[in-house]
């Protein structure tokens, strides 16, 4: 494999637990399914359920004062330990409001685990390496979610119980990614953060006013992740209520088509972003998304829902490099953290709004089509935005990556 020999072994480790959490991922991809045809959530539950991973996020601003500068190895324990094996309590949910319980808590693991996570791809991986390593890893857990998906939707078809069994394993795994992080270590650390505030709320707004170019990205993907938010909510509804899918038809389309074209694709979008920007990636991505909802409302049954599912994986795949890799690419010299917990906040933030918008468009107007339309605006609002956060970035130097580790970045493992 080509790259430095900090950036293979970091990718050593990083395939390896990405593996695990794509596990984990298959079985979530099915959350709402398994609420509303197991457990007989209604709209607000299945609302909640899709809305908890993304909302915990906010808390993600609490924790960068305490991971700037600091060893991240520790954070990986906790996240693993509070919002892994908590799922092991899923042998015991038998009402919605419990499993919904369950996934929240489990859900608090991510405002702490991406930006220690993308801590560690600024420090082990270098700029020209980077966004090719981050794909390839990400499409080894598109692959794992691909299977494990397919056959939990094979599982609960025949047996509607045995999500108890099955979200206790993946709990398991899931904590095995993060002891794969924990043990990776860190090829050089920031220096501490200097005197003065460490307020997360104060610090936040500091950031943004000071780099223009990100607090436009940042606009970007909060218009973007509002038209997400409420296609997410409603996509299990849709897919159940309107496309009368089966537990398989679902597994299919949102795992294997999905994320089969984020397996493919990731690697490519990975080498776009280190040649050119995250942002030019993120711009063109949020343009295709606004066929998005019109193609799924056109599908007539499963085959259009098949299709339009290639696209909107096609699609997702540049947000996704884009999502993780612009943090890093603004934060320059600095320690990525606060960054990154800006970043995770304020997806948070949009998944108290967009999720909650989404159903009340839905139950107020008795049809699909109103948000469906909503969404396909404010995925054309992203893409507006990501012109002006260009002519920023491009003010600041050029829209291409920066970042204090050395392209070569030859010296031996950290």
Known sequence: MKGSSVGRYTFHYHLRS???EGALNGVWQLN????????GAGTWWVTLIVMAP????????????????RKKAPWFLVAGVVGRLVLLAAAWATSPWLFTLILAVSALSYSILYPAQNA???????????????GLAYSGYGLTSMGVAVAAGWCYDRWPDS?????????????????????????WVFRPPGEGTRNPFVLAWRILRADRGFAFFQGAFF????????????????LVDALRVTYSQASVMRVLLFQGMLSLFTWVMGRYSDRFHPLSLARWSFLGLVLFPALLFASAGPRGGYLTFLWYGLCMAGVTVAWYMGPLVFAGARDSSLYMTVHVALTGVRALIGHPLGAALYVFSGSFALPFAVAALFFAAGFALTFPAGENVRGAGGCRPRSPVAESASGGPP
């Open 18 to 20: 990405m593996v695990l």
């Open 32 to 39: 709402e399914i398994v609420a509303r045809k197991s457990l």
């Open 54 to 69: 993304s909302a915990a996020l906010l808390l993600s601003v609490l924790w960068g004062p305490h991971l700037e500068g």
């Open 120 to 134: 560690l791809y600024q420090s082990n991986y270098a700029p020209g390496e980077r966004g090719r390593l981050f």
């Open 163 to 187: 999500f108890r069994a099955v979200y206790p394993a993946a709990g398991v795994l899931g904590f095995g990614a993060c002891w794969y992080f924990y043990r990776m270590r860190e090829r």
């Open 223 to 238: 218009c973007y992740g509002i038209g997400f938010m409420i296609m997410a909510t409603l996509l299990p509804l849709y």
